[in-house]
């Protein structure tokens, strides 16, 4: 049973604008949610994380927004650039620290 | 300063080989993760180290999967008689602290395993 889902594999956005990267999750036993972006050929990077005690975390460009009682988060990128596009990945993390991985959503942004 | 370091980049094994495929983690980082990667699928978890312990080995899929960490620096992940099912990226990470804190993992650039 996968816990963690991203449902939109790709999305693609022109620049300037808002990108909203969406992720859904089963499992409400968790600390932190975090996104990871992912160059080809690179491993995954940081972005940004969310702890399950808050509902928006904000880091310039970047904001992840928690619904607990929807169990979904967002992670929004405004506004988008053309080196925003990779791969991002929403994982969630608790108890032995290991992080759960969705399958991620390609961002294409095109100019 | 330096990243976590993996190699080889790429690796093409004939199926039943036995492969061995090295992480060099962040100076001083304690705790060091192994995922597995499939093609259009997220990392998945394979095995947990904090120091030398191997604290959580849950997620290795086959007795075929062994890693280890002896002196709580580098780690090795070892493959025996390796399937066509085992291609994948494998992708080391490491974090400075140990369970409990907001720390994130930093990850290496992934070995690509082709098993012929």
């Known amino acids: 049973d996968q816990q963690v889902k991203q449902n939109s594999p790709s999305l693609s956005v022109q620049e300037g604008r808002i990108s909203i990267l969406n992720c859904d999750y089963t499992?409400?036993?968790?600390?932190?949610f975090l996104w990871y972006k992912k160059y080809p050929a690179e491993g995954p990077t940081f972005l940004i994380s969310i702890s399950s005690i808050k509902d928006k975390n904000e880091d310039g460009r970047f904001t992840v927004f928690l619904n607990k009682s929807a169990k979904h988060l967002s992670l929004h990128i405004v506004p988008s650039q053309p080196g925003d596009s990779a791969v991002y990945f929403c994982?969630?993390?608790?108890?032995?620290?290991?992080?759960?991985f969705g399958t991620g959503t390609r961002l294409q942004v095109f100019p | 300063g330096a990243g976590v370091s993996q190699s080889p980049r790429y690796k093409v094994a004939k199926r039943g080989q036995d492969v061995a495929l090295r992480c060099d983690p962040i100076?001083?980082?304690?705790?060091l993760f192994w995922y597995q990667q499939a093609l259009g699928q997220g990392p998945e978890f394979l095995t947990y180290f904090q120091n030398e312990a191997q604290l959580d080995k849950s997620g290795l899929p086959s007795d075929r999967f062994f890693a280890e960490r002896p002196e709580g620096s580098v780690s090795t992940l070892k493959i025996q008689r390796t399937q066509q099912e085992d291609s994948a990226v494998y992708l080391c990470a490491s974090s400075p602290l140990t369970s409990g804190g907001a720390d994130t993992q930093y990850f290496g650039p992934g070995t690509r395993l082709t098993v012929l």
């Open positions: 100076s001083g980082h304690v705790s």
């Open positions: 994982a969630h993390r608790w108890a032995s620290d290991k992080l759960i």
């Open positions: 499992n409400s036993m968790f600390d932190y």
